[in-house]
């Protein structure tokens, strides 16, 4: 146990730093806060990597709110929306209420388009999305989200929730791994 290896070794840049990410999380709850405020959302967050942004951003919203958790992963073409498969679905009823799903990264579309058109026929009052990074170089669907923390080039990152195999999620920055070393863990 002598060596205590610090995921940031790993990383080759910072991409977003602590700063601008308070700085979007401020914008963003500012924006929610307006719109959604006084609805009594749900805020979906959909699993794994929003748990740190979710916890950073209902921290901000001053206001009556659910937080509720789906897991669900698109596995279609990458030319249209595939199907969805669901790890875990809501526990809350959706009809008649606002809801507002939240997700870490917004890619290729496929995810979200597909969640959003399952969660829509229930019946929400309305349904948003809310996303910290925006990738729109990769979209293979047309699709934009309501809420954008922060819009990046076509890099793979990790951190601040974030994952590649499942680690760097506890970076408190969003980063890009050294190439070596994706290249050498991808499967
Ligand atoms: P989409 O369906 O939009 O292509 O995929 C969205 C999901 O892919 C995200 O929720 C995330 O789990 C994963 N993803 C997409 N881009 C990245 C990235 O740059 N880094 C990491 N760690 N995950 C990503
Ligand atoms: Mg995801």
Request: charge should be negative; proline fraction near 4%; charged fraction near 30%.
């Amino acid at each position: 146990m002598g060596s205590r290896p610090s995921p940031r070794d790993d990383i080759e840049r910072i991409l977003v730093t602590e700063q601008q990410l308070e700085a979007a999380l401020d914008r963003l709850a500012e924006s929610l806060t307006r719109e959604v405020g006084g609805a009594d959302p749900i805020l979906i967050g959909v699993l794994g990597g929003v748990f740190v942004f979710l916890a950073d951003l209902v921290r901000r919203l001053d206001f009556a709110l659910e937080v509720d958790f789906i897991d669900a992963e698109s596995y279609g073409e990458d030319t249209e929306a595939g199907e969805l498969k669901i790890m875990k679905d809501v526990d809350c009823e959706i009809r008649g209420r606002h809801v507002v799903i939240v997700d870490d990264i917004l890619d290729t579309g496929q995810t979200l388009s597909a969640l959003v058109r399952m969660l829509q026929e229930r019946g929400p009052a309305s349904l948003r999305t809310c996303v910290l990074l925006d990738k729109p170089a990769r979209r293979v669907i047309e699709f934009e989200a309501d809420y954008v923390g922060v819009r990046i080039p076509n890099v793979f990152v990790v951190g601040y929730g974030l994952d590649f195999a499942q680690r760097y999620r506890n970076l408190p920055f969003v980063g890009v791994l050294r190439p070596e070393l994706y290249d050498k863990r991808r499967t």
